[in-house]
């Protein structure tokens, strides 16, 4: 079916790893890859009646933690690397006991460890105890973190406790517990993390403190068995990774021959996943080239008889996929008013016999300053005239988006000035007619939309065999004006220009990612209607706010 083929195009269900767990039943449900069933999304809430629920899929986790391991081995394979490969998963992107006990299991044959930046998550893996593994902590020490630390290594575990200043050295100075060396790196890091790296950076040892302190503590050369750096998340520039790297190997050769005799080299995380096709969600680089670039640097490290062990840290690869946020609209609005009367404003009549792409950006200039004069002194204003000014604007977005589909059907040639040139116009086109209240918060499901800019794919749980038919901001269910999601980035891979069928909207444009100002969706009419945002697995739960007292959301596992 064609629209099906659309909104695989328009949802970005081929794109990075939604290919292999998203698709689109015959009746246009959303359909989630669990193992080897699908699992009709639709169905599935609304059977369980829930309006808000995050779908869990651990299989996810397996699925990535495999794709890791798989990558490694090749690289090691391929490089004749003599180290070993270690996997630690750092507590701090989810520490859902789910994630943590899936993990846990799927992680038996290689070993998987974890890592941890907090008393708390330190012991939130006690309960991991039972088979030796490998363990590294940062963060904070205190005595309580030193005797969990004994704790883990009198069981048969690889401990490794980074030091980062004097303090920490004072604590661990009677302890036998091996010692990680924080080391903050200097090349320059990039995306919203950059800051993880750099002489400023928060964590970490700088050169002239560690040589001050092995001064004073000559042993610290004798105890320290891990490189421990970190150089931010999500890197998704290959050149950048690939500059860290470098710089961790020189510093590993250093500290060597100034007589340390480190034996593993954590590389902290940073392994981007694929959220988006725009820009900065885009990795540069697969999870296979990144194993290559790490086995390869760490390769030059060999000396005849030794290599040094490798410990991937990643974190936000592993379990981004696995927590899908799905949440009901509860009931519509028109984004600006209802046209339903569009007299009294001549400037309708020029929109309506507009003849070509170029009046209609015209008219639309004019609109914006008739529109500035118009608020001016609107806090004057009567019943009367705010219901005039409120049908100018609701009946110009609607006849300009109507008549601009027209034109553009009847001359595609137009397309390409509009969408470089025309800004007010393309801004009228790119705007929304409705709005959505949905069952969520994102303050509670997905904090770093606020905190950091993070964008989360919406798909709608039905209707996938339609187009889609409006373009609508979707607001949350707190009294925050923040709570809304009023962008939708638009795929460039479209053959012409797509409009919703409904409010005529300009959705995706061949050759560039609008940004669009609503989400594109159906009309949910009075039929149940949801909304899923993918890959909320990484960070998102533990970040989560309660904002106006939300309490958590419904979970749904999917074993
Ligand atoms: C945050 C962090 C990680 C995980 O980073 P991801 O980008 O989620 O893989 C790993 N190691 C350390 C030390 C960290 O601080």
């Known amino acids: 079916m064609e629209a099906t083929g659309l909104?695989?195009?328009i949802y970005g269900l081929d794109y990075g790893y939604h290919r292999l767990f998203l698709d689109i039943s015959n009746d246009g449900h959303l359909l989630l890859r669990v193992r080897d069933r699908w699992v009709d999304l639709y169905r599935l809430v609304s059977e369980k009646g829930v309006s808000s629920a995050y779908i869990r899929v651990p299989w996810l986790i397996e699925y990535f933690m495999d794709l890791v391991v798989d990558s490694f081995r090749e690289a090691v394979e391929k490089h004749g690397f003599n180290g070993r490969v270690y996997y630690a998963y750092p507590l701090k992107a989810s520490s859902e006991k789910l994630v943590l006990e899936t993990i846990y299991k799927h992680g038996r044959s290689v070993g998987w460890g974890f890592n941890t930046g907090s008393l708390e998550e330190l012991r939130a893996v006690k309960g991991f105890i039972g088979e030796p593994r490998i363990l590294v902590i940062d963060g904070v020490k205190n005595r309580e973190v030193l005797m969990i630390a004994e704790e883990f290594r009198s069981k048969g575990w690889r401990v490794y406790v980074d030091v980062e200043d004097e303090r920490d050295l004072e604590l661990l100075k009677d302890t036998g517990l091996s010692l990680g060396l924080r080391v903050k790196l200097l090349g320059s890091s990039s995306g919203k993390w950059g800051s993880a790296a750099g002489i400023g950076s928060k964590f970490g040892l700088n050169i002239t403190v560690l040589e001050g302190l092995t001064g004073k503590y000559p042993w610290v050369r004798e105890r320290v068995k891990l490189?421990?750096?970190h150089g931010g998340s999500q890197l998704t520039d290959p050149g950048v990774m690939r500059r860290l790297l470098v710089e961790t190997a020189n510093i590993y050769r250093q500290l060597n021959s100034l007589g340390f005799k480190i034996e593993l080299i954590d590389h902290g995380g940073g392994v981007p996943y694929p959220y988006v096709w725009r820009g900065h969600g885009n990795p540069g680089y697969s999870i296979r080239e990144y194993a290559d670039m790490v086995v390869s640097s760490v390769r030059e490290l060999c000396s005849k008889d030794s290599c040094p062990g490798i410990v991937f840290e990643g974190g936000r690869f592993i379990v981004a996929a696995h927590r899908i946020v799905v949440s009901k609209v509860i009931s519509t609005r028109p984004y600006t008013a209802y046209c339903t009367d569009n007299k009294g404003f001549p400037v309708l009549d020029e929109i309506r016999s507009a003849r070509s792409i170029?009046?209609?950006r015209g008219i639309a200039r004019k609109l914006v300053e008739l529109r500035t004069r118009l608020y001016l002194n609107v806090h004057n204003y009567g019943l009367?005239?705010?219901?005039?000014?409120e049908e100018l604007e609701a009946c110009s977005r609607e006849l300009i988006a109507e008549k601009a589909r027209e034109l553009l059907n009847n001359n595609p040639d137009e397309l390409g000035d509009l969408v470089k040139y025309m800004n007010y116009l393309l801004e009228y086109l790119i705007s929304p007619s409705s709005r959505f209240l949905v069952d969520m918060s994102v303050f509670r499901d997905l904090p770093d939309k606020l905190i950091v800019g993070d964008y989360f794919q919406p798909v709608p749980l039905q209707d996938l065999d339609k187009p889609p038919e409006i373009l609508a901001v979707?607001?949350?269910?707190?009294?925050?004006?923040?709570g809304e999601i009023s962008e939708y980035i638009a795929p460039s891979s479209v053959?012409?220009?797509v409009f919703t069928s409904k409010d005529n909207r300009l959705i995706a444009?061949?050759?560039?990612?609008?940004?669009?100002?609503?989400?594109?969706?159906?009309d949910p009419g009075r039929e149940e209607y949801y909304i899923a945002f993918l890959d909320t697995g990484a960070y998102q739960d533990m970040l989560s706010m309660k904002h106006n007292l939300l309490e958590r959301s419904t979970d749904i596992i999917l074993m």
């Open 7 to 9: 909104n695989r195009v």
């Open 474 to 482: 979707l607001s949350d269910k707190t009294c925050d004006t923040m």
């Open 227 to 229: 490189l421990h750096v």
């Open 384 to 389: 009367e005239q705010r219901r005039m000014i």
């Open 509 to 522: 444009v061949p050759g560039k990612e609008l940004l669009l100002k609503g989400v594109p969706l159906h």
């Open 358 to 360: 170029d009046e209609l």
């Open 495 to 497: 053959s012409g220009p």
